[in-house]
């Protein structure tokens, strides 16, 4: 058990580009979050994987978001036209999916938009 | 919809000193409460939960008891070490539009002098 990995650890882009990040969680854990995170703020819910299906998505923060789980193993998140504004940490969590879960965090993926 | 309310930080404090860190929070329904720790350099962490009314959650000196009655969920530790300096999020998980999604307050940073 290597814990949740995300890759890349940084990303550095000009605004308007698209952006692609992944997350590999725990290996039997059959949820997958995605939280934003900016400095000095707790980690915002984007979005919420039950194996492959996502099962809440209302959160992404515009239709520039998006996130697949194709085999409900790893995930991808993707940020199409990136604007400064989107510049944050990107949070994977993991967790078993009990009723009262405890969530498995990685280090982020810190995106900066120039 | 679901909120948690942290106190402003940063608590700066000196070894040994007793800490309170306040937590309220917004649900429906009966959540359950987390908080979780995230240390310098290092991913978020669960340092302790509540699933119920009066529960108590403890773990490496820090406690914090479900109250319902006041909707509150506050951290305490007796007897803080330097090594305790981090940021300290208080967290639930509620329904919320059918889904279990789990919401953060904004953390609380914790800074332990000797």
């Known amino acids: 058990d290597t814990g949740v990995s995300q890759n890349p650890r940084h990303k550095i882009t000009k605004r308007g580009q698209n952006v692609t990040f992944r997350c590999d969680p725990i290996?039997?854990?059959?949820?997958l979050y995605w939280y934003r995170q900016t400095l000095g703020q707790g980690p915002e819910f984007l979005t919420y994987f039950q194996n492959e299906a996502q099962l809440e998505k209302s959160r992404l923060l515009s239709d520039r978001f998006s996130a697949e789980r194709p085999k409900g193993s790893f995930s991808t998140l993707e940020i199409q036209r990136t604007e400064q504004g989107d510049s944050a940490m990107y949070l994977c969590?993991?967790?078993?999916?009990?009723?009262?879960?405890?969530?498995?965090f990685g280090s982020g993926t810190q995106l900066s938009v120039l | 919809g679901d909120s948690v309310t942290q106190m402003e930080g940063p608590v700066t404090l000196s070894e040994e000193a007793f800490l309170t860190i306040n937590c309220t929070y917004t649900?429906?329904?009966?959540?359950?409460l987390f908080w979780y720790v995230q240390y310098p350099g290092e991913g978020l962490q669960l340092l302790l939960k509540a699933t119920k009314a009066d529960d108590k959650g403890s773990n490496k000196g820090f406690e914090a008891t479900y109250r319902k009655e006041t909707t509150s969920f506050h951290l305490e530790k007796g007897s803080v070490q330097v090594s305790d300096s981090a940021v300290y999020f208080c967290?639930?998980?509620?329904?919320?539009?059918?889904?279990?999604?789990?919401?953060f307050g904004r953390g609380t940073s914790l800074i332990v002098h000797p």
């Open positions: 290996s039997e854990h059959n949820r």
């Open positions: 649900a429906t329904g009966y959540p359950s």
């Open positions: 969590a993991s967790s078993e999916g009990s009723l009262n879960e405890k969530l498995f």
């Open positions: 967290a639930l998980r509620g329904l919320s539009g059918g889904s279990y999604i789990p919401t």
